[in-house]
């Protein structure tokens, strides 16, 4: 599990999230379910609502990894792709999350600099799987 634990006391111990994680979209009841999943998983999380706004957030807060929607007004999540790689900041591991599951769609995804591409409606499996795999990976580089 994502989690480590801090000792506060003698006998009291609070768990500490592992991972910061953002995610974007427009659809605000999505967001905050989607939020809300990965939070019960043990990580950090933000939610925001347009691409604009995670361009605000993202230094800031340093996430670890970014789940964004493509169809959102104003920015795309293609374009938010293409702004976050092209960022001086850390580099995220991106996920486009999409209900455009299209050959064209999900490779100008990846062209644009998303790592993974997944289509909605996302399983709690496919969340959990993708973030443990992420996770591991990152601990066993430090």
Do not use: C
């Not at 990846?110 to 790592?115: C, I, N, P, R």
Request: negative net charge.
């Amino acid at each position: 599990m994502p989690w480590s634990a801090a000792l506060i006391g003698p006998r009291v111990v609070i768990p500490l999230p592992q991972g910061r994680v953002l995610v974007v979209d427009d659809n605000e009841d999505l967001a905050q379910l989607f939020s809300t999943v990965i939070l019960s998983l043990g990580y950090d999380v933000q939610t925001v609502y347009s691409a604009t706004d995670a361009l605000k957030v993202i230094q800031g807060y340093s996430p670890h990894v970014i789940f964004s929607d493509i169809g959102m007004p104003g920015l795309s999540g293609h374009d938010l792709a293409q702004a976050i790689r092209s960022g001086t900041w850390t580099q995220p591991f991106l996920v486009a999350v999409s209900g455009w599951n299209d050959a064209r769609t999900v490779s100008k995804s990846l062209e644009v600099g998303f790592d993974v591409h997944l289509v909605k409606p996302v399983s709690f499996d496919q969340v959990f799987t993708l973030l443990r795999d992420h996770f591991e990976a990152f601990d066993t580089r430090r």
